[in-house]
């Protein structure tokens, strides 16, 4: 429709009558008007209106003088005016479906990029799993508030960060992780908002992809601060990309090859699993759901305040469910 507006305005620009053509320019009518007596029947101006604003085709065209009852004014070029289609904003609950099928889960020993030196990472395995959904952001502050009002969930126990003493419940961190979660808290919120934790064979599965055995999320390329928060290596030792949380999602380049974010670096994320030294050795192939119990739970993805090997795909860490700080925090699944 918008289309063919356009054209009929255009056509406007010119009109055939007895023969001759006849520009309708200001230079040949200076008053940017056709005289009725050179107008075919059809546009004597009886009743026509012609509207000079064309904001709903996004153009808009001011005619040179004020028109009269008996004129009609024809344009000579219906300028367009240069517009952008806004980008929204990004869903911060968007989920990620993973599909089902193999992976390798652990240690490769055989990838000449990482180091194997915890058994708890070993032996490398395969595992298949159902089709799932996970977070593809870690949790913000502003989804977990909600839970918060609801009644559901507990405030966090401090509302600052590293570096800032009024973190949670300020709309200048809405969008960033929340901190000083633990484990209940975690596992309370997913199940409000109609989720659950991820196992942790689901976590390293979304990490990895099925392809190889890749050393981080994003594949073998070492760290640097293009792909997430964390530490790097530098001559002598190593810096901190932010010294803090960042807003989730700040690294595409760093995501994983399903497109999930910030699985190395920014918070560490709990993950329903109950810690085994040795459950590698017994873990089953299809689904395995961790240890019937124990005394602490897993954490993945590393931190802000992490070097490197924090930030390895098959890099576990353990501890007691209760403990909460400035670096843990929750992203959630959801069974397919």
Not at 255 to 276: C, Q
Request: glycine share 10%.
């Amino acid at each position: 429709m918008k289309a063919c507006v356009i054209c009929a305005l255009l056509l406007g620009a010119l009109v055939v009558w007895g023969g001759s053509t006849e520009a309708v320019q200001g230079a040949a009518n200076p008053g940017g008007q056709l005289p009725a007596s050179r107008l075919p029947p059809l546009l004597q101006p009886t009743d026509l209106v012609v509207s000079t604003s064309l904001d709903a085709l996004g153009l808009w065209v001011r005619p040179s003088v004020e028109l009269t009852a008996s004129q009609v004014y024809l344009p000579v070029v219906a300028q367009g005016e240069a517009t952008s289609t806004p980008t929204p904003p990004p869903n911060f609950a968007e989920e990620i479906l993973i599909p089902p099928g193999e992976f390798q889960m652990g240690c490769d020993l055989y990838n000449a990029v990482d180091s194997c030196t915890r058994g708890s990472e070993l032996p490398l395995h395969t595992v298949s799993l159902d089709a799932y959904y996970l977070d593809k952001y870690e949790v913000t502050n502003a989804r977990y508030q909600a839970c918060v009002d609801a009644g559901v969930c507990r405030a966090p126990r401090a509302n600052e960060s590293s570096t800032r003493s009024f973190y949670y419940g300020n709309p200048e961190f809405a969008n960033y992780p929340v901190l000083f979660v633990n484990w209940n808290d975690a596992n309370t919120f997913c199940r409000w908002a109609g989720r659950r934790l991820p196992t942790e064979a689901e976590w390293e599965k979304a990490a990895r992809g099925p392809l190889d055995t890749r050393k981080y999320p994003w594949g073998n390329r070492e760290l640097d601060c293009a792909l997430g928060n964390f530490h790097v290596p530098i001559e002598g030792g190593r810096r901190m990309c932010t010294g803090d949380t960042v807003q989730v999602g700040t690294y595409p380049e760093g995501a994983s090859l399903y497109g999930v974010m910030d699985m190395a670096g920014n918070v560490r994320e709990w993950v329903n699993d109950w810690y085994g030294q040795n459950y590698y050795s017994v873990s089953p192939v299809h689904n395995p759901q961790g240890p019937a119990n124990g005394s602490t739970r897993i954490l993945r993805g590393g931190s802000w305040d992490n070097h490197g090997n924090y930030m390895r795909v098959a890099y576990r860490i353990y501890t007691y469910l209760e403990r909460s700080n400035y670096y843990y925090g929750i992203r959630c699944a959801r069974s397919f």
